[in-house]
């Protein structure tokens, strides 16, 4: 593991404002009749000029549902992404993402994978 480190994103633009909160409902993501999640822990994760994301616990995904990926990509805010696709159908496409070694700032979002909301279903109780 490796030490957190300072995000170039916010040295470059410290006015950038990403906010997170706990989310004030309990979250399961499915994909068709397989569950992938289920918690009460998400957090909410807000950026200027994209749409909110729920960021779930690792302890409440279903990584068996979940093949890890060759996808990567990287967020000057946020650090370096890995990706994971439903592990039954092999090809599709990447549906969950996670910042496994976050910078500094962002540091409330390791250890939790976030969903792409066309990808899944998101049911709030």
């Known amino acids: 593991?490796?030490?957190a480190r300072p995000s170039p994103g916010f040295r470059r633009n410290p006015d950038k404002k990403i906010t997170i909160a706990p989310h004030a409902r309990a979250v399961t993501v499915s994909a068709g009749s397989t569950v992938l999640?289920?918690?009460r822990q998400a957090k909410r994760l807000e950026e200027e000029g994209y749409p909110p994301v729920l960021y779930?616990?690792?302890?409440d995904?279903?990584?068996?549902?979940?093949?890890?990926?060759?996808?990567?990509s990287h967020c000057p805010?946020?650090?370096d992404a890995s990706y994971w696709r439903l592990a039954e159908t092999?090809?599709?496409?990447?549906v969950m993402w996670a910042y496994e070694d976050p910078y500094e700032e962002m540091l409330a979002i390791k250890d939790h994978?976030?969903?792409?909301?066309?990808?899944v279903t998101?049911?709030?109780h």
């Open 56 to 59: 779930i616990p690792f302890d």
């Open 37 to 39: 999640a289920t918690t």
């Open 90 to 94: 092999g090809a599709a496409p990447d």
């Open 77 to 79: 805010y946020k650090g």
């Open 113 to 119: 994978g976030a969903f792409y909301a066309d990808r």
């Open 1 to 3: 593991m490796q030490q």
């Open 122 to 124: 998101f049911e709030e």
């Open 61 to 72: 995904i279903r990584f068996a549902a979940l093949e890890r990926t060759e996808t990567k």
